[in-house]
């Protein structure tokens, strides 16, 4: 079982920075892909950013590329999202993910992910 816990989402103007942190335990070793998805309200989950713990490899949403930058601090287990030139269109609350699949095909998808933060909100106005 994995527990991930998020912080340092916020309000922002745009054009701003914020940094988000992704506090892992339990068996996170065993998830090869982790990363961040968002929701508006009224919108679907999406991707933003999924890192292939394995190959070494990021996916990016094609509207953060670019601006946002997904990374792993393994002895801390902690994932961080830098986010910058924030837009309003960025608003939504980030979830924190990992998933144990091989493989999949689309990583950005939320179908293939088991283990889920309680998420944290960013507002960019």
């Known amino acids: 079982q994995v527990q991930l816990v998020e912080s340092g989402g916020g309000s922002v103007q745009a054009g701003g920075s914020l940094r988000l942190s992704c506090a892992a335990s339990?068996?996170?070793?065993?998830?090869?892909?982790v990363g961040w998805f968002r929701q508006a309200p009224g919108k679907e989950r999406e991707g933003v950013a999924i890192?292939?713990?394995?190959?070494?490899?990021?996916t990016y949403a094609d509207s953060v590329k670019g601006r946002f930058t997904v990374s792993r601090d393994n002895a801390k287990k902690r994932l961080y999202l830098q986010m910058n030139s924030l837009k309003p269109e960025d608003t939504a609350m980030y979830y924190c993910?990992?998933?144990?699949?091989?493989?999949?095909?689309?990583?950005?998808?939320?179908?293939?992910?088991?283990?889920w933060g309680q998420g944290t909100q960013v507002t960019v106005s």
């Open positions: 890192l292939d713990t394995e190959r070494h490899y990021t």
């Open positions: 993910a990992a998933s144990g699949a091989t493989f999949m095909s689309n990583p950005l998808s939320a179908q293939d992910y088991s283990d």
């Open positions: 339990g068996f996170i070793d065993s998830r090869k892909f």
